[in-house]
C-alpha cells in the first residue's frame, strides 16, 4: 500500500524522536491511511488509499450498497 493520500497527497513526514536524555534519532510520522471504495461522477467504482481527513470532510462519496436479491 502506498504511503500517500490519493486526494489531498498527504504523505509521511519525518522528525526526531527526542529521548530523556535529549538524544534526537530520526523517526518517520505516518498518516492515518485506509482503504475504502470511493465512486467517481461517472458512477465507477474503485478501491482508494485515502487519510482519515478527507474521510470526514466528505471528499470522498462511498457507494451505495446494493440490496440483496433472493
Known amino acids: ?3 500517500e493520500c ?3 497527497g498527504k504523505k509521511p513526514q519525518v522528525g526526531n524522536l527526542v529521548s530523556h536524555s535529549n538524544i ?8 492515518n491511511l485506509q482503504r475504502v471504495r470511493h ?3 461517472d458512477g465507477t ?3 482508494l488509499t485515502v487519510c482519515t481527513r478527507c474521510l470526514r470532510s466528505g471528499v470522498v462519496t462511498k457507494p451505495v450498497a446494493r440490496a ?3
Do not use: E
Open 68 to 70: 440483496k436479491q433472493d
Open 24 to 31: 534526537k534519532t530520526k523517526r518517520r510520522f505516518n498518516p
Open 1 to 3: 500500500m502506498s504511503k
Open 45 to 47: 467504482v474503485r478501491t
Open 39 to 41: 465512486q467517481f461522477a
Open 6 to 8: 490519493d486526494f489531498c
